[in-house]
């Protein structure tokens, strides 16, 4: 294939409930180090969350950083970090070539719920409404804000994408990049879920909010005791390129993208499908010209409710059951969910496995829920498997959004 026709990873930017850059959030995954924790969440006293603790004026001030919002300074902070580590020539790149790409869930709620809660304090004033509130929660917001931080004038959007947002945005990237719209692409998904306490009543609402006395233990995927999501935010962003680009400028590969799938189940608003979960991976192999057989590491998405564990549980089976070698992992145990990040950050902490040959395991089963056992599951200590040339990434969302993306460990 020639090779601007394939797009790499050159650059990842990430804040994580346990862990800012990517060598401290793969320590966490391989030492089963949680993120989780107890926090106090308006009107509901304590509840378990994911919560990260960045420098939000590392690569903002603080006059913007009170304009703008909690979704946009982790946005802000994800793409620096990112055009970092990939040690671009920032000051020469044309910014008119410049896309940004983030898949979210939602944003702007942590203001607005603020400023209700300032009026409701004052006799519901509606002259205390911020100024700043239309900006704020306009649907482009978060990548928005990255493209005031860096000077891009390049196309930016973000993609409601629900919990698949993660793995979206990185194939909006590709995709843009393949049609020649940009020639660098800042993509992944951020969140700030855990910072509202809507999301928090809703869940519990629906019965489906984590607890646990030990608040690194509130996130169970796959336990037969699960009880329920644990909420949390963060955000990943990837410099993208092609790889004739990146060849250019002798750039650090992380891998190279091979295939993707977003698809919907159109039958349910939360519940999931797994016929249609079955369909997203296989188009996703077809895309990238595998089998089964040649994923080495699968990352469920693995939220940590009863429906969503068991249908997708079946769904890999099913895609995979021709497949003997393919190792099973999954990340909220450590993390908690963190929404539209999710599925760029479960990415991530994966991708060092090309380098290390270890599958980091899912944590937080203490008696595996017979319904959920998979061959080749890796849980609570890390697996030394050896040569990992392909990994497949799961994520999933609400109104039936389904996403795989297959990444290739590089090779010339």
Known sequence: MDDTQRIVMTGIGLTA????????????????????????????????AGMCDFDEYKYQSKKLRRRGTRAGSISIYCANEAIQDAKLDWANIDKSMVGVYLGITEHGNVETEEEIYQMHQNNLDWKLWSPHHNPRTVANSPAGEVTLNLNITGPHYTLGSACAGGNVGIIQGVQQLLLGEVDLALAGGISESSQTFGIFAAFAAQGALAQHEDATKASRPLDKNRNGIAISEGGCVYVLERLSDAKKRNAKIYAEIVGYAINSDASDFVNPNTDRQVECMHKALKKAGLKPSDIDILNMHATGTGTGDVNETLAVRRAFEDSNKTYVNFTKGHIGHCMGAAGSLELAGNIPSFDDGVVHPGMNITELDPECDIKNLVYNQPKQVGNINYILNNSFGMLGINSALIVKKFTA
């Open 17 to 48: 409930p346990n862990g800012n850059n990517l060598a401290d959030f793969r320590s966490a995954l391989l030492n089963c180090k949680s993120g989780v924790k107890h926090t106090e969440i308006r009107y509901m006293g304590q509840q378990v």
